[in-house]
């Protein structure tokens, strides 16, 4: 029995995660068009078809744009809170009524996936993370987040594997191109986490027992990979806690399938 996960397109220009067991293939989110997922998942030699639901943790285009497309195309069930639906609602197009999933914030299963979806701060509607798990092995998917809660550490606290937002760098953000509004908006408790942020989650959850985390939703204007790895890299090992010993981190690109990460 095996669960992995395979992050397609991880950053704040679009993200699409392939989670798979030996049974079922989900997404969560879909946020670049239709035919770029397809062909990211034929490269690592999944059909759309495949698929047996799509997650959507909220409605802004990153995460939805070809969730209406590959839909209508594959016949997949789209799963989302009911306030997700209201505000996705004229930016997905026509879903089939069948298609249409709305989930609360218990669990649920994907065939043989159990998903256990949990609120987060961000400025969306209603916006969700998600655990998914088979049997003992599970992953969490935890990004769009304006800071790092309890309740989202808690959840994550019994994952193996972690995918967690390193959004920005606040020192790149701060002295970038976007205008004031945006920079408020990003480092606000709605916005997203910065390397910074991401260090200390990091270790907390390596303290809780999760063996790896991928880091991924990064910025393109405001981050690099090697400066999202390094601040993290460092505050771990301030920790006494050293990357490839103690824990495996890794990074999830932001435009180009990362990689199959299996949880053991
Ligand atoms: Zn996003
Ligand atoms: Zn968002």
Redesign the pocket.
């Known amino acids: 029995m095996t669960l992995s996960i395979t992050p397609l397109f991880s950053g ?1 220009s679009g993200n699409a995660i392939l989670i798979s067991s030996d049974d079922t293939k989900i997404l969560i989110d879909a946020g670049v068009s239709g035919k770029r997922t397809e062909q990211a998942l034929a490269s690592v030699g999944v059909q759309a078809g495949e698929i047996k639901g799509i997650l959507i ?4 285009s ?2 939805i744009q070809g969730a209406g497309v590959l839909s209508r195309k594959h016949n997949i069930p789209l799963y989302a809170t009911r306030m997700t639906w209201q505000a996705a609602n004229g930016k997905l197009g026509n879903i089939l009524a069948h298609n249409m999933r709305e989930i609360g914030k218990s669990d649920f299963f994907v065939d043989d996936l159990l998903v256990e979806p949990f609120d987060t701060p ?3 509607a209603d ?1 969700v993370g998600f655990c998914v798990s088979r049997g003992a092995k599970k992953i969490g998917v935890a ?2 987040l304006g800071y790092f809660p309890k309740s989202v550490e808690h959840r994550l606290h019994a994952c193996d594997l972690v995918l967690l937002e390193a959004n920005h760098d606040k020192k790149m953000l701060a002295h970038g191109p976007y205008p004031h509004h945006l920079k408020q908006r990003i480092k606000s408790r709605h916005g ?1 986490l910065s390397n910074d942020d991401a260090a200390h989650a990091a270790i907390k959850l390596t303290a809780a027992g999760v063996s790896s985390i991928l880091l991924g939703h990064l910025s393109e204007q405001n981050n690099e990979a090697r400066l999202a790895f390094r601040t993290v890299t460092d505050a771990l090992m301030s920790e006494g806690i050293v990357p490839g010993k103690d824990i495996s981190l890794g990074l999830a690109l932001r435009d180009a399938v990362t990689g199959v990460f299996y949880v053991k």
Do not use: G
């Open positions: 704040s943790s909220h409605e802004h990153d995460h961000h400025d969306a916006s990004t769009d997203h």
